[in-house]
């Protein structure tokens, strides 16, 4: 079956530093990909999203690339923020419109 | 995107009792709503899909007699969570399927449930 694997957090990083959150996937077509950010006591939020091969998804800074060869999903931003502090789930969708989320990231940002 | 709502945000029940929440799709009429499952720094784990107009979809594992599920209309579905014991304390968050190229999914701000 389908499956997402990301890299073991809690990822700390210092105000301003580069961040790389890997994410691989398991899949047997052709799925969407996606990130999800969750902040304490709330539900989740679409981050970006890339829907085919080599399609760059991208939002406040965070940046994510459907690289089909390598089954690979990562998410990047160049400068992260105290208010990045959250849990990043990487997730993707194929038949059936199910969700098959990552165990997710812890992301802690100091000042 | 769609907005999307629950309700009760919290809710603290004695053991035994059954507890309702609510699942509103503010702006957009879904034929689809997702219930999830989250524990303590844990990923989510789908328990159903509702359907508008029809019984829900279990996951496999989910007892469907537990956890009922009714959507009533094109906005609104609602998870019960009947006699229920101190392991069912979760939180529980709802998704809406848009139904876009992408068939994104929106979601709830999820509904913690404490059961003494």
């Known amino acids: 079956g389908n499956s997402v694997t990301q890299m073991e957090g809690p990822v700390t990083l210092s105000e301003e530093a580069f961040l790389t959150i890997n994410c691989t996937y398991t899949?047997?077509?052709?799925?969407?990909l996606f990130w999800y950010v969750q902040y304490p006591g709330e539900g989740l939020q679409l981050l970006l999203k890339?829907?085919?091969?080599?399609d760059k998804g991208s939002n406040k800074g965070f940046e994510a690339t459907y690289r089909k060869e390598t089954t690979s999903f990562h998410l990047e931003k160049g400068s992260v923020q105290v208010s990045d502090s959250a849990v990043y789930f990487c997730?993707?969708?194929?038949?059936?419109?199910?969700?098959?989320f990552g165990a997710g990231t812890i992301l802690r940002v100091k000042s | 995107g769609a907005v999307v709502s629950q309700h009760p945000s919290w809710v603290i029940c004695k053991s035994g009792t059954s507890v309702k929440i609510e699942c509103r799709s503010l702006?957009?009429?879904?034929?689809?709503m997702f219930w999830y499952r989250q524990f303590p720094k844990q990923s989510l784990m789908l328990m159903a899909t509702?359907?508008?107009?029809?019984?829900?979809?279990?996951e496999q594992g989910v007892e469907k007699d537990k956890f009922l599920i009714n959507h009533a209309s094109l906005t609104l579905s609602t998870l019960t969570v009947t006699s229920a014991h101190p392991e069912d304390s979760s939180f529980y968050i709802c998704?809406?399927?848009?139904?876009?190229?992408?068939?994104?999914?929106?979601f709830g701000p999820g509904t913690r449930l404490t059961v003494l």
């Open positions: 998704s809406v399927l848009t139904g876009t190229t992408y068939n994104e999914q929106f």
């Open positions: 899949a047997t077509g052709y799925p969407s």
């Open positions: 890339a829907t085919k091969a080599d």
């Open positions: 997730a993707l969708t194929e038949y059936g419109n199910k969700l098959v």
């Open positions: 702006d957009f009429q879904a034929t689809t």
């Open positions: 509702s359907n508008e107009g029809s019984k829900a979809t279990y």
